[in-house]
């Protein structure tokens, strides 16, 4: 297993050198990335819109340390479809 911080050249060492090893992305900067799609699913000029992201993105959040990523990427299915 591979627990990694997102930079792209991580991932590329991982494949290299761990070949099969599963990669996962570590929870900070995964958090990092939520308030990214926060502003990109919801109108940040919009306070209501915002204030929903900002919720939104929490709900995943919590809902990604308790139930791992599965949850999240069916919501963001629901989201973008």
Same mark, same amino acid.
């Given at each position: ?6 930079? %792209?050249? *991580?991932? *590329? !060492?991982? +494949? &290299?050198? &761990?070949? =099969?090893?599963? @990669? ?6 995964? +958090? ?5 799609? +926060? =502003?990109? !699913?919801? /109108? @940040?000029?919009?306070? %209501? @819109?915002?204030? #929903?992201?900002? /919720? #939104?993105?929490? @709900?995943? &959040?919590?809902? &990604? ?7 999240? !990427?069916?919501?963001?299915? =629901? =989201?973008?479809?």
């Amino acid at each position: 297993m591979f627990l990694g911080d997102g930079a %792209p050249c *991580n991932w *590329n !060492l991982a +494949s &290299l050198h &761990l070949g =099969r090893a599963v @990669q996962m992305l570590d929870f900070y900067p995964a +958090s990092e990335h939520g308030g990214e799609g +926060s =502003r990109a !699913l919801y /109108r @940040q000029e919009d306070l %209501p @819109q915002k204030a #929903w992201g900002e /919720r #939104w993105v929490a @709900q995943r &959040l919590e809902s &990604l340390k308790h139930d791992g990523p599965l949850p999240l !990427l069916r919501a963001l299915k =629901r =989201r973008v479809e």
